[in-house]
């Protein structure tokens, strides 16, 4: 392998590491408002140990987020799941732009799998890799030359994702929609509806 294909780590950076240390300190003084609430011990309790745990599982989840690529091919992991992708099994490693109306990376990396289906490359996202088109140049220039001589694509490869590309199209039009005018009536009048729903149902049944 020659210098720009030697193994490589994608790890989050310690900028995510300084977010949950702010979020650890938030739920810290959210746990400490808890007990001055209006409810039962039991009830606090259990709404100081759910913000622990959520706050556990957030910093759990940044230490076990990686992807790695060696010559056998890629392994990518989120906190519940490692996913081994052998080269021969990768159709194509794609970018992927994410509507702008959504918190986190605007540029994430899948690899597809040989039938088209796509797996999430974590940390390889221009949140983490500020030069992200080379780095995904060097993937896919590794990817050709770590394939067996007589690879031949899956003909049902390229329909499928040009299908998963149409519906995350329309869903990045849906949220640019919500995000403008007509998604503040429409949650207007969803909470209109709500209201009324309680009303009618307390005049039904609430002498009952």
Not at 70 to 86: A, F, H, M, N, S
Not at 95 to 123: F, I, M, N
Not at 192 to 200: E, P
Request: glycine content about 8%.
């Amino acid at each position: 392998m020659s210098e720009a294909m030697r193994p490589r780590e994608y790890r989050r950076g310690r900028q995510d590491w300084r977010l949950h240390a702010v979020i650890v300190i938030g739920a810290g003084a959210l746990c400490l408002k808890l007990q001055d609430g209006p409810w039962s011990g039991e009830v606090k309790a259990l709404l100081t140990g759910l913000t622990v745990f959520l706050t556990a599982l957030g910093g759990y989840s940044l230490r076990f987020r990686f992807t790695t690529v060696d010559d056998q091919g890629i392994t990518t992991g989120t906190w519940c799941r490692v996913r081994r992708l052998p080269w021969d099994g990768i159709h194509d490693i794609r970018t992927v732009a994410v509507a702008e109306s959504l918190p986190g990376p605007r540029t994430l990396t899948y690899a597809y799998r040989s039938d088209g289906r796509r797996v999430l490359l974590s940390c390889v996202d221009d949140d983490d890799l500020p030069v992200l088109d080379l780095e995904v140049a060097v993937l896919r220039s590794l990817l050709r030359e770590r394939r067996r001589a007589d690879w031949a694509p899956d003909p049902r490869a390229e329909p499928r994702i040009a299908r998963q590309m149409a519906r995350e199209r329309r869903m990045d039009r849906f949220f640019l929609w919500m995000t403008g005018w007509r998604g503040l009536v429409v949650i207007f009048a969803s909470a209109v509806l709500l209201l009324a729903g309680i009303i009618v149902y307390e005049n039904l049944f609430g002498g009952s």
